[in-house]
Each structure stands twice: as C-alpha cells, then as structure tokens.
C-alpha cells in the first residue's frame, strides 16, 4: 500500500484550522468554502506556494466581482420561469471569470476564478449580492491564506554538515524511463540550497550527464567516466584525469589495428572532450557514434592518436567472445598492472558490450578521495554512497555508510550496509532523513547507543 503523504496531513491539518476558525467567529457565514480552497491550494512543495496563493486571491477576486454582477442581473429577472436563463447566464458567465485570468498571464488562478463565481451566484445566503460576494471571497480568502501558512510550517531539524553524500546516476538517481523524477530534483536542490555536500559518480562522459541532469544545481564536481576524470559542471572544466600513459595507448592500438579492431580514444585537450575513430568494423560502433555525435560537448575526430592530450579511456564495442580474447591478449601486454577493464552491456544487444580500458586507477573511488582531499582540509567526513551497479562497488566499500537501490545488482546488495525499495526518489529521501533529522532523532540515536543497539 502507497504511505499517506505530507500533502494529505497538510491539507487535513489546514481544513480542520478553517472549521476552528469558523467555530470560533460564531459560526458565521459558510466553512465549505473555506475548506474547498484549502484543499485546491495546498502545494506538495513550498517553494511555489506564495505564487500560487497571490494567484488564488486574484482568481478569488475576479469570481467574486463577476459573480457581484450576475446577482445584479439576476434582479431583473425575478420569477421562477426565468431559473433556465439564469443557469444559462451562470454557466457562460464562467467565461470571462476564467478569460480575465488569462488576459494577466495567471493561468493558474483560473479554476479559482470559476470555483467563486458559482459559490456567489448559487448558494447566496443573503439578501444583499454585495454581502454575498463579500463573504464568499472572504471565506475563499481565508482558506487559501491558511493553506499557505500550512505549507509553509516546517518542523525543526538539525543538519549533519559532516556528511559527503555521493550517488551514481543510472540505476541511481536516474530513473531507467522517466529520467530524474521532479520530486528527486526538487528535494536534492532544497538540499543542496541549504549546504549539503553532494555529487554524482557516474560511468558516463559529462557531455552525457549534462544532457539528462535536468535542473539539478550540484555545486561539486561530479565524478564521471567511472572514476577517470573529475569535472566542474559549472566552468564546464576537467579538474583532475586518470589518464592512460602514451606508450600504453601506442602498445594497445598496434595490437588493435593489427587484429584490424576499430577503438574510440577519448582524449581531455583544454577542457575538450575529442574522440577519435577510424572506419567501423560493426553496426553497433556506427549506431554509438550515430547516437553520441550529436552532443554539443562532444567532438567526434577521424584520425590517429594525437600527440597532445590526456587519453582517459580507450572504448571498443565487440561481441562478448571479441571483448573475452582481447581483453586476454591486452592484458598480457599491461607487464605494469597499468590497465582496469570494465564492461558495459546498457546500451548494446544482448551479445554485444561496450569494453572500456582505463588506468588502473581510474575508479570511483580513488577519485572520490581525491574529491574529500581537496574540499576539507582536516575536516572528518562521514561519506554515505549509493550504488546499484558494478562499478559503485569500490566506492561502497570505501564509504562510511553504504545503500544498495532497489534496483541495485546482487553483488551491490551483498556489499551495501543498507537496502532501499526504490532509486531515484528513495535516495533523496534518504539523503533528507540523514542530512536533516528531525530533533528527537538525536535522543533516539543515543538511546539506541546506550543500550547497545
């Protein structure tokens, strides 16, 4: 079963202070609509929830002037044969309520609009149609500002500015369909607006994470490439490269061309993300390149290896029986432990994979240390990662506190101190829980330290 969310407490709360309101004035006038509006106000988030109030109350003005002067008209048209007309000029009146707000670009005050122009023309309780419009709006009035109060009532909580949270992105953060959901974007950015130390270890380029990150403001560099190079999202810069030596690379690629296999060499020149081929031996390289050229942060070179340039990883896309003999034939190659081989099958058939060679110290780990080195000085960080694939492991290990996805892979999970239902949403809200508890779960967490728990 679904848990009863924050907006269903909210919005009870905000409806049973727009009943005490109106038993407390002597029950004047009617609470229905008071809490109607409560209930359409209420936001799932605070950020927007002033905005969308001073809309309401624009909405609510609007349908009751209009609503003022239908009761107006309505006085010409005093006997019950005329109950057809009147519906009819109720139900077109909803027009220009709803029209007005659209003229002031507050479309979202529309439905308002409506609502309070039907709560003044059909349910009058007074003689007077300037008194019926007044208290209808008013009512309205005071259901959407207790809404918003609400909303906008947080309970204390405490921030453990010692904790570095780090997250992989596909399997993590990355929702496999939907990409990153609003509510994962929208909790991690109040997150990191209010000082919490985070970033995305991430198996893919930056050119590839830019494109899906969406509108999370992440002011730490993200690790990307497996753990091969660190960048600045914000200069769009490489701070840092594990890079392959040169004499490696020109071993690997003789050995290559000589078995007549094609390599995409991804190579750091200046910030600049080149990557050189040669002519394709299969569809599955030409599906990649066709896929990736169009990225505006990569830039695609037919040639040979560059004399100039930090080359951080060599990719070839093989049959898995390919990838099992060269990676055995490289390796007889790598007399220096120099090389880690990592395999990729998310994006290619079933008997295909994407074989990338690194240094060896191209991980998401090393890099995630060096991360820690250069943002505390002494400072104690308590590291907590989240990881579903291969290639979190390391730095799960590495952590202080590790959490598998739900997603995660069995061998993720065996390694991870704790487990999570979901991905995406289920990190933020873990990463809310751990950064920002609420006071009394200090006094929990000693007492469970006292027993022994």
Excluded at 98 to 123: D, E, P, Q, R
Excluded at 175 to 197: R, T, V, W
Excluded at 362 to 391: C, I, P
Excluded at 439 to 450: A, L, N, S, T, V
Aim: proline fraction near 4%; glycine fraction near 6%; include cysteine.
């Amino acid at each position: 079963m679904p848990k009863i969310g924050m907006r269903m407490i909210k919005t009870a709360i905000a409806v049973f202070i727009c009943l005490l309101i109106y038993l407390l004035t002597g029950k004047r006038g009617a609470p229905v609509f008071s809490t109607i509006a409560a209930m359409i106000c209420m936001q799932p988030f605070v950020e927007n929830s002033v905005t969308v109030a001073f809309n309401r109350i624009i909405g609510t003005l609007v349908g009751a002037a209009l609503g003022l002067l239908v009761l107006y008209a309505f006085r010409w048209l005093p006997g019950q044969q005329y109950d057809v007309v009147r519906s009819l000029i109720i139900a077109f009146a909803v027009i220009p309520a709803m029209y007005i707000t659209v003229i002031f670009h507050k479309t979202g005050a529309a439905a308002m609009a409506g609502v309070v122009l039907l709560s003044v023309t059909i349910a009058p309780n007074t003689a007077s149609p300037l008194a019926d419009a007044f208290y209808r709006s008013t009512e309205t009035i005071v259901g959407i500002l207790v809404s918003l109060g609400v909303n906008m009532l947080h309970v204390p909580r405490r921030r453990r500015e010692e904790c570095f949270f780090v997250s992989s992105f596909d399997g993590g953060l990355c929702e496999e369909k939907g990409g990153i959901s609003p509510y994962c974007a929208f909790e991690l950015n109040q997150l990191l607006h209010d000082g919490m130390a985070f970033t995305i270890a991430t198996e893919r380029t930056p050119a590839s994470l830019l494109a899906d990150i969406g509108s999370i403001d992440l002011k730490l560099p993200v690790i990307a490439m497996d753990g091969a190079v660190l960048f600045d999202l914000k200069e769009k810069r490489y701070l840092a490269c594990n890079s392959l030596s040169k004499e490696m690379t020109k071993k690997i690629s003789t050995y290559l061309q000589q078995k007549g296999i094609h390599y995409f060499l991804n190579v750091v020149l200046e910030d600049v993300l080149f990557i050189y081929y040669r002519d394709f031996q299969n569809e599955e390289e030409r599906r990649l390149y066709e896929r990736a050229r169009v990225s505006p942060y990569r830039n695609y070179l037919y040639g040979d290896i560059p004399e100039e340039g930090e080359i951080v990883y060599i990719l070839l896309v093989l049959t898995d029986a390919e990838a099992d003999n060269v990676e055995a034939d490289i390796k007889k190659l790598d007399t220096k432990g120099e090389l880690l081989f990592l395999r990729d099958k998310t994006e290619t058939p079933d008997n295909y994979c994407h074989l990338k060679i690194y240094h060896k110290n191209a991980t998401k780990e090393y890099m995630m240390r060096r991360l820690l080195d250069t943002m505390g000085g002494k400072k104690k960080w308590q590291v907590v990662a989240f990881g579903s694939n291969k290639n979190d492991l390391s730095m799960m290990a590495a952590a202080d506190i590790s959490y598998a996805t739900g997603n995660a892979l069995p061998e993720v999970k065996a390694v991870a101190d704790h487990h999570l239902k979901g991905n995406g949403d289920s990190i933020a809200h873990k990463m809310l829980r751990l950064y920002e508890p609420f006071y009394w779960q200090k006094q929990e967490e000693r007492r469970k330290k006292k027993k022994g728990e």
